[in-house]
């Protein structure tokens, strides 16, 4: 969906003073990359036996995690507003998800309703 980059543009636009200037090294886009899968991997805990409040708790702790090693190996700052980018987004894609999946449910019932007659 573009999580990864959509997070990656907005971390460029809030630290960096003169976007005009901005150089992106390879080895950024390929951290953000790497990283930006990882935590789309960690939606296996949701595929688990655990509750869904164990899942969302360690799929936010590892989100986070990943995030901070991405700033680290970046050498980009962490501060109050990459925090603030960190949270809204995290809030943002959730509620997408949940729009998006329950859109996908009325459809499905739609669907087995008419089948059903």
Known sequence: MGFGATIYLLILGV???????????????FIVF??????????????????YFLAMTLH???TFSLFSIMML???WPINIWTLLIFIF???VIWI????TQE????????QIKKRNG
């Open 96 to 99: 997408i998800i949940k729009v």
């Open 89 to 91: 987004s995290y809030v």
């Open 73 to 75: 190996l970046n050498n």
């Open 15 to 29: 630290t960096y003073e003169n976007i005009g200037d901005l150089r992106v090294p390879l080895k950024s886009v």
């Open 34 to 51: 790497l990283c930006s899968g990882l935590i789309g991997e960690l939606s296996f805990l949701f595929d688990t036996e655990l509750s």
């Open 60 to 62: 936010l702790i590892g």
């Open 103 to 110: 859109k996908d449910i009325r459809r499905i019932n739609q």
